[in-house]
């Protein structure tokens, strides 16, 4: 068989999780989003995560015609869920002799962790692996954060002059 899989946990950094695809060196033939189910989130957050997995939906199913599968996990921010179900989702590719790729890049770290510590236990499981199972990180061109408080810094300085 040997597709190119891409497991993408979905955060709320949409280029970091497709242009590695649409833009970089990496080939994809199935990709599997995670996104949170969690009931805790307020309605907009719950809004733009799924507004955030229907445009990737978009992406890779309509646009590039890839094989996209979405997965929700109740919560995310469980660890002890979320590491067996990585490592199952890894096995299996690679048990269908799928090369896997996994994008840690925006997701929270309790999912990252998991996911790279499951690919990381497959390969030391299976030295044979190592050259079918790879994380991947994406870094961001600017963090909008660092810049949001830099915003907020000059926004008081300037109203503690007034």
Do not use: C
């Amino acid at each position: 068989m040997n597709e190119k899989v891409h497991i993408i946990p979905v955060g709320f950094d949409y280029e970091r999780l497709f242009q590695p695809i649409t833009q970089g060196n990496l080939k994809a033939d199935k990709i599997h989003l995670l996104h949170s189910a969690r009931k805790e989130n307020t309605e907009e957050v719950q809004n733009l995560a799924q507004r955030m997995v229907d445009k990737l939906d978009e992406t890779f199913g309509n646009i590039l015609g890839k094989d996209v599968k979405i997965t929700s996990v109740e919560d995310i921010f469980k660890f002890e869920d979320i590491y067996p179900m990585a490592y199952e989702m890894i096995k299996t590719e690679v048990e269908n002799d799928n090369d896997v790729w996994v994008n840690i890049s925006s997701m929270p770290r309790t999912v990252a962790f998991a996911y790279a510590t499951a690919a990381n236990s497959l390969v030391v499981e299976t030295p044979e692996l190592r050259d079918q199972v790879h994380t991947y990180y994406v870094s961001p061109e600017r963090y909008l954060i660092t810049e949001m408080i830099q915003e907020l810094k000059k926004e008081t300085q300037f109203l503690d002059k007034q």
